[in-house]
């Protein structure tokens, strides 16, 4: 039996440098097989580097080459701002409604609330003066104006903490006017007391409950006042503004559906392409929708705020003037000249002639300066209905000061029973005009109040339905303006 044989060498090559060359070539061989892998391994970082992205741009670019392709991207492009323009339109419409409806529902209302307050701590001060003339014979219908009038700024107050947000300004002068309302209504009930009581003291804590009111408490009123009267005015403006980032957005959907169909044009000799002229006929009816819906929105809040909002306010500044210079005439009885300026007049009568400089002016029986409240009031009343009160006001100012100059005559003269009568007494007393006047002015303010309100609420009313109306064509626009390209796609196929 034979054994394989072990351990031979192999064959001879056919050359020994061939058989030579042969480890040379496995090592070329292994060495080219190392720099491929260190080259492979090299470039995957930069094929990692191409992202989804960057497949994506050289497959637009790729498909932009083509018909078919370019008008996809038309397409979407067209799809695209069409749904930019109705959502600037829907955004923007809603952010003016809201400062609409802001301005009819809650800055306004404030506003009055805040002038009702100044008014009724004013009238509290003038009527607990009136009383405190009258002594033992104040009237019931005294005591209860002055309650009244205290019931209603408190109320007015705890209404406006609670309806006041964002204004760090505002909540400070209510918690101010909180803190010192009853410290007020304290000091008038001392005067009170001590004047039934015949105790000349009593004179002394009502000048010093008046120089709180002055000093303190107006002043915080009408702080309040002036924040909400600017808190108006900014609703007005963001109301009145106009939407330009959505008529851009228009007039740039419009601008490229209409070359959309020029161009379709150019290249099919087709006059209409019913997807396109779809997507153009909504756009457009957004957008002409849209101005005209904001100018008579515009309009509207305009003639609000000229012919409501700038009247109330003159208004009201001048119930303001009429109540101080009521409270002062009152105050010149109660201090008798205890009282006096730095060129030694009398404070309170000095305050009476200031009030009434600026409530009607120097003019003469009948009319009022123009630079005055009550001149400014009728150049802003735009009816008869709204001048005829102030006219009457104006004429009862006047008589207002013809029986003040009678009291004072009264007064100077020592007679002061009779100067008291001249200014609590009966039909011909300065209280009878000064009741007068405010009622007059009353009436103009809830005259203007209405022209306000019937104004703000058609400026309102005009964006009423835009902001849904403007989603809704939007997406028929851009489903327009897809089909109207499928439409050209389709003839490729």
């Known amino acids: 039996m034979s054994n394989p044989q072990t351990g031979t060498a192999p064959p001879p090559s056919p050359s020994g440098a061939a058989a030579g060359s042969a480890p040379a070539t496995s090592a070329g ?4 097989a190392g720099a491929g892998s260190l080259a492979g391994t090299g470039s995957a970082p930069a094929a990692r580097r191409r992202t989804a992205w960057a497949d ?3 497959q637009l670019r790729a498909a932009a080459t083509t018909e078919p392709g370019r008008l996809r991207i038309i397409g979407a492009v067209l799809a695209f701002l069409v749904l930019v323009f109705g959502a600037a339109t829907a955004l923007q419409v809603a952010d003016r409604s809201a400062a609409a409806r802001d301005v009819v529902e809650r800055s306004q209302p404030l506003t009055a609330d805040a002038a009702d307050i100044y008014r009724s701590l004013a009238d509290a001060d003038t009527t607990a003066a009136a009383g405190f003339l009258a002594g033992g014979k104040e009237t019931q219908a005294t005591r209860d104006r002055y309650e009244a009038d205290i019931a209603t700024a408190a109320r007015l107050l705890a209404k406006a903490s609670s309806n006041t947000s964002g204004s760090d300004t505002a909540a400070r002068q209510i918690g101010k006017l909180n803190s010192l309302l009853p410290r007020y209504t304290g000091l008038i009930e001392t005067a009170r007391t001590n004047n039934r009581q015949g105790l000349p003291l009593g004179g002394a804590y009502l000048r010093y409950a008046n120089a709180q009111m002055r000093d303190e408490l107006l002043p915080a009123a009408r702080g309040l006042y002036v924040t909400e009267t600017a808190r ?3 609703d007005y403006d963001s109301a009145k503004a106009w939407p330009w980032l959505a008529l851009g ?4 959907a419009l601008g490229a559906l209409a070359w959309a169909q020029r161009r379709n044009h150019r290249r099919t000799n087709r006059v209409f392409n019913y997807g396109l002229l779809a997507a153009t006929t909504a756009s457009a009816v957004v957008l002409l929708w849209l101005v005209a819906g904001h100018t008579v929105a515009r309009a509207g809040l305009t003639t609000s705020y ?11 500044e001048a119930r303001i003037d ?3 210079a009521r409270g002062d005439e009152n105050l010149t009885l109660v201090a008798r000249g205890a009282v006096v300026t730095k060129d030694q007049q009398d404070f309170y009568e000095v305050g009476y002639r200031s009030g009434m400089q600026d409530l009607a002016g120097a003019g003469h029986a009948g009319a009022a300066a123009a630079d005055s409240r009550l001149g400014a009031a009728l150049a802003l009343a735009d009816d008869d209905t709204g001048r005829r009160p102030v006219r009457e006001a104006v004429e009862t100012v006047r008589q207002w000061q013809e029986r003040h100059a009678e009291a004072r005559a009264a007064d100077d003269q020592g007679d002061y029973d009779r100067a008291l009568a001249k200014v609590i007494g009966g039909e011909a ?3 009878q005009s000064f009741d007068r006047v405010d009622s007059r002015l009353a009436e103009a303010l809830t005259h203007e109040q209405q022209q306000f309100r019937r104004a703000a609420a058609d400026g309102r009313g005009a964006l009423v339905g835009l902001v849904t ?7 028929l626009g851009a489903a327009g303006a897809v089909l109207g390209i499928g439409r050209r796609l389709s003839e490729y196929r």
């Open 232 to 234: 108006l005015g900014e």
């Open 469 to 475: 109306g403007a989603v809704v064509l939007a997406v």
């Open 306 to 316: 000229e012919n409501g909002a700038r009247s109330l306010k003159v208004l009201n």
């Open 429 to 431: 007393a300065t209280g």
């Open 56 to 58: 994506g741009v050289d």
């Open 322 to 324: 009429a109540l101080q």
């Open 249 to 252: 957005a228009g007039v740039l």
């Open 29 to 32: 061989t292994g060495a080219a």
